[in-house]
């Protein structure tokens, strides 16, 4: 499990709040170092997970927001950074 503290937070979040296309090498580097560490991008070649880095965008909702409904064909990945979310009858916190 990969721990986040507030500097690689911070950084992170500077990074993906920056428009994809106007980010620097440092933000990518920021990106990957994160999400290179999570389980699930561990079996990923570099090449398509820069890819990802290069495209990840950062979204806020509100409290009871629906992402998507059971059913729906989905078109993106979700990373839970904060909050939490209430799937297949299981709430689910951020990792870290």
């Known amino acids: 499990m ?12 500077e990074s993906l709040t920056r428009h994809p296309k ?5 933000d990518l580097t920021a990106i990957y170092n994160y999400l290179r560490k999570l389980d699930i ?5 570099d090449g398509p997970l820069r890819t990802i880095c290069r495209n990840a ?8 927001y629906v992402l998507f409904r059971k059913g729906q064909v989905a ?6 950074l904060s909050g939490s ?4 009858k299981q709430i689910y916190l ?3």
């Open 2 to 13: 990969f721990e986040m503290n507030s500097s690689t937070n911070s950084r992170l979040y």
């Open 22 to 26: 106007l980010r620097s090498d440092e």
């Open 41 to 45: 991008f561990q079996c990923i070649h």
């Open 57 to 64: 965008r950062l979204e806020r909702h509100p409290a009871n």
């Open 75 to 80: 078109t993106c990945w979700y990373i839970l």
């Open 85 to 88: 979310v209430f799937m297949n």
């Open 94 to 96: 951020p990792v870290g």
